[in-house]
């Protein structure tokens, strides 16, 4: 397992990455999903998933944060087609341009996790 400390501007990749979950899981409300679609509940599952592992990795990142945050990324990113909403126009984009960066933001953390000399492994 690999770790690394966040310094205040290593923090930002990880504060964006809260503010995406907090963005998905509020997507029900602005884009006016009825609560009980399937877009509504990834939507809120997958926030919030977003949320606590980003807030975990906030002062001290490791590998399975990362890991973990890009596989519910990836997740988001599919979920329009796995679970049949891919023709809810708003509520695609929002799943997967929030999925994307999610994932984008997670594998730079991981780049940084395994190539930069202050990571460590524990």
């Known amino acids: ?16 990455n809260v503010m995406l979950g907090i963005a998905l899981f509020l997507a029900p409300w602005y884009l006016e999903l009825n609560s009980e679609t399937a ?13 606590i592992i980003a807030m975990l990795a906030l002062s001290k990142s490791y590998d399975w944060e990362e890991y973990l945050n890009l596989a519910v990324g990836l997740w988001v990113v599919v979920a329009p087609w796995a679970l049949g909403f891919a023709d809810a126009q708003y509520a695609m984009a929002t799943h997967v341009v929030i999925g994307i960066t999610v994932v984008a933001l997670s594998g730079f953390e991981l780049w940084r996790l395994y190539r930069s000399p202050e990571a460590h492994s524990v």
Request: net charge neutral.
């Open 1 to 16: 397992m690999r770790t690394i400390e966040n310094r205040t501007e290593d923090a930002v990749l990880n504060g964006l």
């Open 39 to 51: 877009a509504a509940r990834n939507a809120f599952f997958s926030g919030i998933a977003i949320v």
